[in-house]
């Protein structure tokens, strides 16, 4: 059992006596909020006045129970509780051509965010790794010339920079998921960061995964469910959509899904995208390109431009049911 106080309408005196009695502590300073171990609880009697939080759960800063809304702020736009997000676009960035078309479906359709790797966690070394920091400068070039926000995967803490620079949600793909140092090094920023997760991670592992990037003073997590590892082979994830419904009801940050990885195949993407907004998510991960047949990867699930305007006007109406705003 882990108890928390809230400190911030506490006196400053109240701070100054915990500062003193710091080293009878093992607590985790966060925000507002002192992290300790229920064995401790007797030390607190020391104090005048204090919020106790009871979190019986390994992760504790992405439990609902801290906190039950979600507040991402874009500057020009916010997503909170009700706000549905769709991310669109190629798998990775390939020419300025595709980004050009790609990004003007994304605002025609009234979209905020536009995805493309630019470094790309490929199974095999001898495929193509995506254009680094060339794919990054095309992708900003349109992101500027279009009015589009970018979302791009960061593969390695040596390129941390570029992202802060260049992205507006950081993702961190499904084999960084246990990348605790750099969970820990996104912590440090305030960036949005999108966290995908692991093809074999546990709704606990996640949500510690989370907490390692909250715990460091980073509020602005956003989950993303992408299908996990089982014994079916006929797509290429199982769409863990239980998950989301579960995760629902455990955390207050945004979880949103991503079908494309999990279907591997365009055909069954849009059924697994409904399914996603009906079971709660809070937004969708969608791969799209203007000519899938070309596409040097993931093609076979990208969806057409014209598919993707077609799985938006379902979109539209399933959201006007749920009561959620697409932004
Ligand atoms: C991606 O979204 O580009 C990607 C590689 O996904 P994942 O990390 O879920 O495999
Ligand atoms: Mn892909």
Redesign the pocket.
């Known amino acids: 059992m882990i108890v928390m106080f809230e400190h911030n309408h506490l006196s400053e005196l109240f701070l100054q006596k915990l500062e003193l009695h710091q080293k009878e502590f093992t607590f985790i300073k966060h925000k507002n909020l002192f992290i300790i171990d229920s064995k401790q609880q007797y030390l607190l009697e020391k104090f005048d006045s204090y919020k106790v939080f009871d979190v019986k759960t390994p992760y504790i800063l992405s439990n609902k129970e801290i906190k039950s809304d979600f507040f991402i702020d874009f500057n020009d736009f916010s997503y909170s509780n009700g706000d549905f997000i769709i991310i669109a676009g190629p798998?990775t960035i390939e020419n300025r051509e595709y980004m050009n078309r790609t990004a003007q479906f994304v605002k025609d359709e009234q979209l905020h965010f536009m995805r493309g790797?630019a470094y790309?966690?490929r199974k095999s070394p001898y495929t193509f790794q995506g254009l680094g920091k060339d794919g990054i400068e095309i992708f900003k070039e349109v992101s500027d010339d279009f009015g589009v926000k970018i979302v791009t995967?960061l593969l390695d803490i040596r390129t941390i920079d570029e992202a802060i620079k260049y992205s507006d949600i950081i993702?961190i793909?499904?084999?960084n998921m246990h990348n605790y140092p750099l969970l820990k090094e996104l912590g440090k920023i305030d960036k949005p960061i999108l966290l995908?997760r692991g093809l074999s991670a546990s709704i606990d592992e996640l949500l510690l995964a989370a907490d390692y990037i909250l715990s460091e003073g980073n509020d602005n997590v956003i989950l993303c469910e992408?299908g996990i590892k089982t014994f079916e082979t006929q797509y290429k994830s199982t769409l863990d959509l239980t998950a989301v419904a579960l995760l629902k009801e455990k955390t207050h940050l945004p979880i949103i899904v991503?079908p494309s990885?999990a279907a591997g195949n365009s055909k069954i993407v849009p059924q697994l995208a409904m399914a996603s907004l009906a079971v709660g998510a809070d937004g969708l991960?969608i791969e799209m390109h203007p000519e899938p047949s070309c596409a040097v990867c993931d093609g076979e699930q990208s969806l057409q431009l014209d598919q993707f305007s077609s799985l938006m006007v379902k979109l539209r109406e399933l959201a006007t049911f749920f009561n959620k705003k697409i932004v």
Do not use: I, N, T, V
């Open positions: 798998c790797g790309k966690p995967e993702q793909g499904a084999r995908k992408r991503d990885h991960l």
